[in-house]
């Protein structure tokens, strides 16, 4: 009689040194509860490990504590005289990790650095590399990367926060001459809509580059367009898989971070209800854009759907969306037939297989 084969461990990394830290212990929280719920009970073993908002590493016990309570360190009860900020070295129990799936959103997590020190470490980790995570995370590069694609997008211009200085005014006449009003400005390196306003006048284009640029010296200016907002979620490593559609739906001015993350504020449709035609085309477009960026393991991307004219516009990729209770990426998966429990199991074999690659192949769930 065979002996079942021993659970494998994994490190569930969450929080984060971003403005994004709240999302990320409601996502780690659902990633525990599907890591934890039927037959993964006895495929894995989950250990916690927190990251505080100064960027340091905190042991099971204080990560346990942060992702039951849903509230940073803060609140947690850490010791009283912390490490000092940064990474500073691994706490306990963390080397004996088989597998990472860290659960970061935002700069310091999404961007590929924490991808580039579990590289160094040789141990799989759950997502992108460096290259598809660093890529898809700047706005400006992604962008960049679309276009070298082919891949349509709405009109846009990238600016530095440095050409602020001074008045301005030679970027805001730039600004109104090549997309005009109403725009949205984004810093290149955020997620979760954070730092991101809508500009209708000269006036507040002033103010959201100023607010941007407090964010990142990196910005990107996008044209306003009427649009429905589409999703579609991409899974798998070697050949990657395109869910169904979802539609975000909302009656705010546009989707910013009270909307996405407020109960009640906004609703999701999945599957989307679009023309079948129109359905694939956006799947496809997903796969590429992935493939485009160099993403793997698992990733959001998001379109325009222009209903006036039919036309369909690449937004932005997300590498490592968010798996709270309003996140479409778990949602999409589920109407696609695959369960969180499934997913994120998936995804943990994905890791252990992969040895974050390029993608190859391609194609729908």
Known sequence: MSSRPSPTLVGLLFGGASDEHAVSIRSAATVLAALQSGANRERYQVRCFYIDRQGRWWPPAVAQAVVERGTPAEA????????????????EGALDVEVWFPVLHGPNGEDGTIQGLFTLMQVPF??????????GMDKQAMKAAFAAAGLPQVPYLCVSAAELAGDGEGLLDRLEARLGYPCFVKPANMGSSVGISKATDR?????????????????VVE??????ELECAVLGTRSLQASVLGEIRFDADWYDYKTKYSEGLSHTVIPAEVPPALAGQARAMAVEACRAV????????????EEASGSLWLNEINTLPGFTPQSMYPMLWEASGVSREQLVHQLVQEARESLHGTPEGGGAA
């Open 203 to 219: 006036a507040s284009l002033l103010a959201g580059l100023h607010t941007a640029a407090a964010l990142d010296p990196r910005l």
């Open 76 to 91: 947690a009860g850490l010791p009283a005289d912390p490490l000092p900020s940064g990474f500073r070295g691994f706490p």
């Open 126 to 135: 759950v997502g992108s590399g460096v290259l598809g995570s660093a890529v």
């Open 294 to 305: 160099g993403a793997s393991g698992l990733s959001r991307v998001d379109f325009f759907l």
């Open 223 to 228: 044209q306003g367009v009427t649009a429905r």
